[in-house]
């Protein structure tokens, strides 16, 4: 895409829909035997669909339209159901495994000639939700640093499976999941990106060990190993980038993990809950004195970042009380030059990590990253444009509206300038502005009539009512 007439295109590229997806589909499920018998994992119903709807609603919801299923085990049956993926506005090609299971790598490498130049390979009995626009941007944006692929992980801690990956900062140390270290408190996602050329004859045979991986099967020659193999060798050479995520993923590899994610679809997608939604410069964090504009500026550094004391106890007040909580963000530094892209997730991933630390789940970082205009410094100009996010329109509060049932009448947002409570009030959600509104003719001018008026987000989770309290009633 050219944003500008006359322009090459920015190689860093956080548009979704060109991207290609792949999918593994081929397990045997046999750990869900009773579930499997007729059906493939994917189309194990849950709550009346089947599974891979979910992954699929969330997948089109982040923009992706570009499809290829690695089919194996009653591939019929998914080819069947999905078709070529026309009935939902996108395109879906298939693969078919062979007779013998070739292993995730062997699998992918089959389906060598499909593959784009770069992909996203995620799993079809997994469900995992995450910021994907900001997966592509940091692939990309590695890929500018001499990377070739890209891993997401999350802090586990020993929670889900065995930890697997050792991080140092911000970039992969090692990952391996055949030899757990004590030091290894990351573990791979499920979610990866690849550029193709990593699946050629040549590298793939420099990697593996020793030909025993190659297999005569349907009078081909084909490669059989774990993509962990490939995983390993590219932390190992520093080509692999990560995204550290913080919201637990879910899997269906077990009638208790199945149950669980029932459980957890009833809740999402069944039944509506409010949500909270939250400004955060100014609100949860400190705004900063910039040395540059000589103005209080939003953080535009990770060393910048100072939240706020109460921040912690109000957002877990608020979590705990029965909302959703979603972070709702201007964050123009990158598209002024102030900052990169790169840095300004960051700062959220840092957030969201030490809170998750902490046992506060945010279930969500919206951030606009765009402006209007460009400046004389601006480098990524791919975030210069008129978007629908950017607040005081209501767009970064509505992002959520298709993949979770939020009842917007008993939801909320905060926020510390006039545009939040605008961007609530077209949002329909009831208004909380922290500060105090002096100036009665800005407040004339701009129309603005909060919900509510506190001092801090302290108070303003205070005024929260419990939403727990009032389903007991
Ligand atoms: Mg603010």
Not at 77 to 92: C, F, P, T
Not at 122 to 128: A, K, L, V
């Given at each position: 895409?050219?944003?500008f007439?006359g ?8 548009d979704?829909?060109?991207i ?12 869900l ?6 059906c493939?994992?994917?189309?194990v119903?849950?709550e009346g669909r089947?599974?891979?709807d979910?992954?699929?609603?969330l997948?089109?919801?982040h ?6 299923f ?24 298939y693969c078919?495994d062979?007779?013998e299971?070739?292993g ?5 490498k089959?389906a060598?000639d499909?593959?784009e130049?770069?992909f996203l ?9 995450i910021d994907?626009?900001e997966?592509?941007?940091?692939y990309?944006?590695g ?7 890209l891993?997401?992980v ?9 930890s697997?990956?050792i991080m140092?900062?911000?970039e992969?140390?090692?990952?391996d ?7 290894m ?9 690849y550029?193709?050329e ?5 590298y793939l045979?420099?990697i ?5 991986e190659?297999?005569q099967?349907?009078?081909k ?7 962990a193999?490939?995983?390993k060798?590219?932390?190992?050479d ?13 899997e269906?590899g077990?009638?208790?993990s ?12 069944n ?34 970042f ?6 912690e ?6 979590k ?10 201007n964050?123009?530094g ?17 957030f969201?990590e ?6 506060i789940?945010?279930d ?9 205009k460009?400046?004389?410094y ?7 444009k008129t978007?629908?996010?950017r ?7 509505l992002?959520?509206?298709d993949?979770c ?5 008993n939801s909320?947002m905060i926020?510390?300038s006039?545009?939040?409570?605008v961007?609530g009030q077209a949002?329909?959600?009831?208004t ?7 100036c009665d ?6 129309d603005i009539?909060p ?7 302290s ?10 309290q009032?389903v007991?009633?």
């Open positions: 895409m050219v944003w007439p322009e090459k295109m920015s190689d860093y590229n956080t979704t829909e060109n290609q997806i792949v999918v593994l589909m081929g397990g045997l499920g046999t750990r035997k009773e579930f499997t018998k007729e493939p994992k994917p189309l119903d849950v089947p599974f891979f979910y992954s699929l609603k997948l089109m919801h923009g992706f339209r570009k499809f290829l690695l089919i194996g085990y009653r591939a019929e049956m998914i080819e069947e159901y999905y078709g070529d993926g026309s009935r939902l506005g996108i395109s879906i090609t078919y062979g007779k299971l070739l995730t790598g062997g699998a992918v089959r060598y499909l593959l130049d770069d390979l995620m799993y079809g009995d997994s469900f995992m939700d994907y626009e997966t592509v941007y940091r990309f944006e890929k500018q640093r001499g990377m070739k692929a891993m997401t999350l802090k586990n801690g020993n929670r889900f499976d065995k697997n990956v140092n900062g911000r992969i140390e090692l990952y999941k055949r030899d757990i270290k004590p030091e408190d990351y573990i791979d996602y499920g979610v990866c990106m550029s193709k990593l699946f050629e004859d040549d045979e420099s593996l060990s020793g030909g025993k190659r297999e099967t349907d009078g020659t084909v490669l059989k190993f774990d993509i193999v490939l995983q060798q590219l932390s190992l520093k080509k692999i980038t990560a995204h550290i995520v913080t919201k637990r993923f879910y269906i077990s009638p208790e199945l149950n669980e994610f029932r459980s957890y679809v009833k809740h999402r997608f039944e509506s809950h409010p949500a909270v939604f939250i400004d955060r410069d100014g609100v949860l964090n400190e705004i900063v004195f910039n040395d540059d504009t000589e103005q209080m500026d939003s953080p535009q550094k990770l060393s910048e100072k939240p706020f004391p109460e921040a106890d109000a957002l877990r007040r608020i705990e009380k029965g909302y959703y909580v979603f972070l709702a963000t964050q123009p990158a598209a002024k030059g102030k900052s990169s892209l790169k840095t300004l997730y960051d700062i959220n991933t840092l969201a030490q809170l998750s630390d902490k046992g789940d945010i969500g970082i919206f951030m606009c990253p765009h402006y209007p460009m400046s004389e601006t480098k990524e100009k791919f975030l210069i978007c629908d996010c607040k005081p329109k209501p767009g970064l509060l992002k959520p509206k993949i049932n939020i009842d917007y009448d909320y926020g510390d006039f545009t939040d409570i961007a949002a329909g959600v009831k909380v502005y922290i500060g105090e509104l002096k003719a800005c407040k004339k001018l701009c009539d919900d509510h008026i506190v001092h801090n987000v108070e303003a989770a205070d005024i929260i009512p419990d939403r727990n009032a007991i009633r």
